[in-house]
Structure formats: C-alpha cells, structure tokens
T-cell receptor
Framework: GAVVSQHPSRVICKSGTSVKIECRSLDFQATTMFWYRQFPKQSLMLMAT?????????EQGVEKDKFLINHASLTLSTLTVTSAHPEDSSFYIC????????????FGSGTRLTVV | AQSVTQLDSQVPVFEEAPVELRCNYS??????LFWYVQYPNQGLQLLLK??????LVKGINGFEAEFNKSQTSFHLRKPSVHISDTAEYFC??????????????FGTGTQLKVEL
C-alpha cells in the first residue's frame, strides 16, 4: 500500500535556528501534499497545501515566510520552520495523495519539534 | 465549506464491550468521509473510508461505519473492543471534486479509553 515517510521523527533546536522536515512518498507519486500542525490533545490544523512544481497554498493565519514549503518533485515535499521560537514547538504531520488508483490520503508518522 | 463534529471528546468503555464513536458532518455538496486512528506520538492510520456505494463500510481492526445521508452522520462502531484500541480517533471529510486533491477537514477527535 501507499507509504509516506517523514523525517525526522523528533528534533530539538535552539531558538532562532531553522529546521527542515522531509516528507517522502515511497511507492507512489504524490501530486498533492498537505502539512498539518497538531497541538497536544487537539485536532490537526491544516497549514498548507502543496502541488508538485508550484507554490504552496497557505491557510489563513499561517505565515508563509516562517513556514517554507517546497514540493520540488512528485515524491518529496519539505517544510522548513525558519527562525524557530518556543511557540513553534508542536507535532507536524504531512499527508500525500495520489490521483491514480484508489482515492485516499496517506499520512506520515509525524515530527515532534521542540524549540528551546 | 464543510465541517465535522465529534461530540464526544472522551469515550470510556470496558474491554469486550461494544462502542460507537459519533461523527456528524455539514456540507452543501457531496462528500467523502474517513475515520483515522492516532496512537501517541504517531501519524494517522486510515481505519476506513466512504467514497460511494454501500453505506456500510468495513475497515481494519474490526471497525465499521455507516454513512447516513439524511442524518449527515458517519458513526464508527466496533462490536467488541480490545485494550489495544485505546487511541485517538478522528473523523474527516472532504468534498467530491473531479480529479480529487481537496483538503481534509478533521473533527476535534474522540479519545477512546478501553478499560479492563
């Protein structure tokens, strides 16, 4: 079945530094990828939608200059948290879909970001 | 815009008892519906989905859900739960679009706690 690999699973960084999170579709071409943020004991909040080869579409209230998304190929999307601060600490999850075959969303295993 | 309501934030249940997790949605157009399970510090795993056809959908781990268009509901059921079913469950909806690729909207989640 469809598999999405997300790395790293956990990262701790210092305030002011940048962190890159990768999301890869291992056995299918991901025409669209989604990035979510999840606070403790809360639901998933969509941050942005990215289509291969085009600029990401950000949800209202999400700073595009802070959360840089690149979807350079059909199997890779990256989220870079720039100049991270403690309030950016959260659980980030990516999801990918493939228009071919069965319509469905596959999620990565998530990245726990802690900014100290 | 579509929305999802999960009225129960927590559902305690004894092992081997049946359980129902409620989900209601709102949309002015046709929808696809999903149930996902999330274990601590992990991504989301698809339990089942309704795209079209039979309104009773069977998923993994013995779960099933019934799509009820008149009541705009998609409740999740399991006839006999196990300790390992303890997790967070999310209902999600997306509108039907030609070619797919639309974002998922999630409910706030239901914490299922199975007790001995």
């Amino acid at each position: 079945g469809a598999v999405v690999s997300q790395h790293p699973s956990r990262v701790i960084c210092k305030s002011g530094t940048s962190v890159k999170i990768e999301c890869r579709s291992l056995d299918f071409q991901a025409t669209t990828m989604f990035w979510y943020r999840q606070f403790p004991k809360q639901s998933l909040m969509l941050m942005a939608t990215s289509n291969e080869g085009s600029k990401a579409t950000y949800e209202q209230g999400v700073e595009k200059d802070k959360f840089l998304i690149n979807h350079a190929s059909l199997t890779l999307s990256t989220l870079t948290v720039t100049s991270a601060h403690p309030e950016d600490s959260s659980f980030y999850i990516c999801s990918a879909i493939n228009r071919q075959g069965v319509y469905g969303y596959t999620f990565g295993s998530g990245t726990r970001l802690t900014v100290v | 815009a579509q929305s999802v309501t999960q009225l129960d934030s927590q559902v305690p249940v004894f092992e081997e008892a049946p359980v129902e997790l409620r989900c209601n949605y709102s949309s002015s157009v046709s929808v696809y519906l999903f149930w996902y399970v999330q274990y601590p510090n992990q991504g989301l795993q698809l339990l089942l989905k309704y795209l079209s056809g039979s309104t009773l959908v069977k998923g993994i781990n013995g779960f099933e859900a019934e799509f009820n268009k008149s009541q705009t509901s998609f409740h999740l059921r399991k006839p006999s739960v196990h300790i390992s079913d303890t997790a967070e469950y999310f209902c999600a909806v997306t509108i039907v679009l030609t070619g797919g690729g639309n974002k998922l909207t999630f409910g706030t989640g239901t914490q299922l706690k199975v007790e001995l």
